[in-house]
């Protein structure tokens, strides 16, 4: 692992004034130029380095060199936290991740991760989960979504325990199925505490060059978090009519745990910002009516926990959410970014610019077919039509670089930006 290196007096002073153009955009102050930001992930490999997808997710030296190559060569005023966003290979491969195929595990060694949708929970589960989240997670979900648990199902049930009753108790923890787990789990954690000290290293060598992370860590929606990663999209979508009530129940007590844990990650990063991808929210995937029954009312209130923790909320607002903008402006003014991916920034703006600031949303299609001429254009827009009208911007791509986005196109974004306001 490289050593981390100590910051000169110069790239202290850079990495101040680059944080506070951040801050000053969540403040909705004019910072004293557009800041912008830097989000990639495969297209480090197959368009900057030349790298296979594998080699990205598995090789941590060459990742954290790439990326800090990348954050000397754009110079950003904030980028994610690259390394523990993509090196995670290892880690997958060391608790048998199952919701994932990732370069060399599923898909082919130079394609990104995919997301294997699937039902994680059964309709008829919601009682259990409701009554006991934790014994669910231990008895059910776990064995399912990562095979280093599977034995862990054998764990006795806690709540009950009592007296001499605890001794017996105690009897599952000899199975061999549970001490084979529990093995696999222990050289897991050692794995992913390598994984997390290179993404550490990482963070520390571009802040020693002046350059801030954009965000600490990332948390998900409770709709988007039963959605993704319990129910599946089709299940889903059928217990907003079969399992109204119940889906209901379990969105406010999701919202409850998943802000008590966010908050609690969060301060252990020692960075305000929480990155918050939004899946489900687009205008395509549900009606006006049921974004305000089931989506909007839990997420909100995660919001609002997490800004008064003294956190500063960042959701990427995914696909289309035009139709979704004046209910999501609800939230305390000067406390959250809102990233866009399709959303017409113009008319986030005139909707939200008064309420939070904006990051985003060079379109995906222009960075990976247009020529640079035409980025240029397109930067020069959203300046002229956001920036210069008052819109406190951050500067991106839509969803982070795309993996086949020229690099003369990237190049392009970051140079229009200080062209035309800088």
Request: glycine share 6%; aromatic share 12%.
């Amino acid at each position: 692992m490289n050593a981390p290196i100590e910051p000169s007096a110069a790239a202290q002073v850079a990495y101040d004034e680059r944080w506070q153009r951040i801050l000053d955009c969540v403040a909705l102050k004019q910072p004293d130029r557009m800041p912008t930001a830097f989000y990639a992930t495969f297209w480090l490999a197959k368009k900057y380095g030349g790298i296979s997808c594998k080699e990205l997710m598995y090789d941590y030296e060459q990742t954290k060199e790439l990326a800090e190559r990348a954050v000397l060569e754009f110079e950003p005023d904030a980028c994610a936290p690259i390394v523990a966003a993509v090196a995670s290979g290892r880690s997958l491969e060391a608790i048998g991740f199952k919701q994932l195929q990732w370069p060399g595990h599923g898909v082919d060694e130079n394609q990104p991760f995919q997301y294997l949708d699937r039902e994680y929970m059964l309709a008829d589960e919601y009682d259990e989960f409701l009554f006991d989240p934790t014994g669910f997670y231990l008895h059910k979900y776990l064995p399912r979504v990562a095979s280093a648990f599977e034995g862990i199902d054998q764990l006795p049930i806690f709540p009950g325990l009592h007296y001499f009753r605890l001794i017996n108790g105690i009897r599952p923890f000899a199975k061999p199925e549970l001490r084979a787990s529990l093995e696999r789990i222990i050289r897991a954690a050692e794995e992913v505490e390598t994984f997390a000290a290179h993404g550490a290293d990482f963070n520390a060598r571009i802040k020693a060059h002046g350059f801030p992370l954009i965000n600490g860590v990332n948390a998900v929606s409770p709709y988007d978090f039963i959605a993704d990663y319990f129910r599946g999209a089709t299940g889903m979508m059928k217990d907003l009519y079969r399992n109204k009530d119940k889906l209901l129940a379990l969105l406010d007590k999701a919202s409850i745990f998943l802000t008590r844990q966010t908050i609690t990650t969060a301060q252990a990063s020692g960075h305000p910002i929480v990155m918050i991808p939004i899946h489900w929210a687009p205008d395509a995937f549900m009606s006006d009516k049921q974004f305000q029954t089931f989506w909007w009312p839990p997420f909100r209130k995660m919001l609002i926990g997490l800004i008064d923790a003294g956190l500063i909320p960042m959701p990427l607002w995914e696909a289309d959410c035009t139709k979704r903008l004046e209910t999501i402006r609800d939230v305390p003014a000067g406390k959250c970014i809102y990233w866009f991916e399709r959303t017409d920034m113009v008319k986030a703006f005139e909707v939200l610019g008064d309420v939070v600031a904006l990051r985003g949303n060079l379109s995906p299609s222009l960075l990976t077919t247009g020529r640079p001429e035409e980025v240029d254009a397109a930067v020069k827009h959203l300046v002229d039509n956001v920036w210069n009208k008052g819109g406190k911007l951050i500067l991106d791509a839509a969803f982070g670089i795309p993996d086949e986005t020229p690099v003369d196109n990237v190049r392009a974004m970051y140079a229009a930006a200080r062209k035309y306001a800088g």
